[in-house]
């Protein structure tokens, strides 16, 4: 039997207990990847393994950044393409979310090589990534990422499946890059521009779209991406998201909680479509 002493510590464990529980609402943030403001937060306390790799391409060594899902069977490959801001700690923060969700998730940093000294984007400001972002040549990106894929199939733990995802410049890679690789399993664009109907012709991978109502820059070419991939009997699917601006999914704070309410439905069927086109 109880005595009043014992219950009362009963009593306390259980209030501390439930005051150490995630809320409903932060189990849902903790689903999504973590927002820009939260990104260095969520690497530190990741239980994840992740770790800084080199990659040898084109003669020149690239730096990218993996992380791998806590699963005993081989896992799926993600390759995530940076914004115009060059691999941050944001997108480091989007592969471990991908790794959580199940997948080998890497992220080249594009620029490795391209900044001062022969650095990469730790070497430039925002301003310095942009312009090093818009002097690269399509074909050198598309060598980077193939050998960055091609890496990562390689590891003992990956499967042959692979996919890409990126954002804003990385979306519209995204979208660009299923054109270059026939064996891609799927594409993920956020917020990312269409690609020329002559790329599209050549894409054989299902494509997801993901865009913010209020992005009318990005959004003015997704008609062309719904007539063309259409015509051609190629899987184009989209999803548009009142109120919410480019780059949702990193600033889920802003925009009156839009970008959060678009974020919250954006990431699960992210995960579905790459579990429909990679398993799980």
Same mark, same amino acid.
């Given at each position: 039997?109880?005595?009043?002493?014992?219950?009362?510590?009963?009593?306390?464990?259980?209030?501390?207990?439930?005051?150490?529980?995630?809320?409903?609402?932060?189990?849902?943030?903790?689903?999504?990847?973590?927002?820009?403001?939260?990104?260095?937060?969520?690497?530190?306390?990741?239980?994840?393994?992740?770790?800084?790799?080199?990659?040898?391409?084109?003669?020149?060594?690239?730096?990218?950044?993996?992380?791998?899902?806590?699963?005993?069977?081989?896992?799926?490959?993600?390759?995530?393409?940076?914004?115009?801001?060059?691999?941050?700690?944001?997108?480091?923060?989007?592969?471990?979310?991908?790794?959580?969700?199940?997948?080998?998730?890497?992220?080249?940093?594009?620029?490795?090589?391209?900044?001062p000294r022969?650095?990469?984007?730790?070497?430039?400001?925002?301003?310095?990534?942009?312009a090093l972002?818009?002097?690269?040549?399509?074909?050198?990106?598309?060598?980077?990422?193939?050998?960055?894929?091609?890496?990562? #199939? +390689? @590891?003992g733990a !990956?499967?042959?499946?692979?996919? $890409? /995802? %990126?954002?804003?410049? =990385?979306?519209?890679?995204?979208?660009?890059?299923?054109?270059?690789?026939?064996?891609?399993?799927?594409?993920?664009?956020?917020?990312?521009?269409?690609? #020329? +109907? @002559?790329?599209? !012709?050549?894409?054989?991978?299902? $494509? /997801? %779209?993901?865009?913010? =109502?209020?992005?009318?820059?990005?959004?003015?070419?997704?008609?062309?991406?719904?007539?063309?991939?259409?015509?051609?009997?190629?899987?184009?699917?989209?999803?548009?998201?009142?109120? !919410?601006?480019?780059?949702?999914?990193?600033?889920?704070?802003?925009?009156?909680?839009?970008?959060?309410?678009?974020?919250?439905?954006?990431?699960?069927?992210?995960?579905?479509?790459?579990?429909?086109?990679?398993?799980?």
């Open positions: 039997m109880l005595t009043n002493v014992s219950r009362t510590s009963a009593s306390l464990m259980i209030i501390v207990l439930l005051m150490m529980a995630v809320s409903p609402m932060e189990a849902q943030q903790q689903s999504l990847p973590a927002s820009d403001e939260e990104s260095r937060n969520r690497l530190n306390s990741s239980p994840r393994h992740g770790e800084w790799l080199k990659i040898e391409s084109g003669g020149e060594t690239i730096n990218a950044w993996i992380v791998f899902p806590e699963r005993s069977d081989p896992a799926p490959v993600v390759v995530v393409i940076h914004e115009i801001y060059g691999l941050t700690d944001w997108i480091r923060a989007v592969t471990d979310q991908l790794a959580a969700d199940g997948y080998i998730a890497i992220a080249p940093d594009l620029l490795s090589g391209k900044g022969g650095g990469g984007t730790e070497s430039v400001d925002r301003d310095g990534a942009v972002i818009r002097s690269l040549e399509w074909s050198e990106v598309v060598s980077r990422l193939n050998d960055t894929a091609g890496h990562a #199939t +390689a @590891l !990956a499967t042959n499946s692979i996919a $890409v /995802l %990126g954002f804003c410049w =990385g979306g519209s890679s995204s979208f660009a890059f299923a054109g270059e690789r026939p064996d891609l399993d799927a594409a993920v664009v956020f917020y990312g521009s269409t690609p #020329t +109907a @002559l790329v599209m !012709a050549q894409i054989q991978a299902p $494509v /997801l %779209g993901l865009y913010g =109502g209020d992005d009318a820059r990005v959004n003015k070419t997704i008609p062309s991406a719904e007539t063309e991939m259409a015509g051609l009997g190629k899987s184009y699917q989209k999803e548009i998201y009142a109120g !919410a601006g480019h780059g949702f999914l990193r600033a889920q704070e802003a925009r009156e909680g839009a970008n959060l309410r678009a974020s919250e439905q954006a990431w699960p069927r992210t995960i579905a479509f790459l579990e429909s086109a990679l398993g799980d």
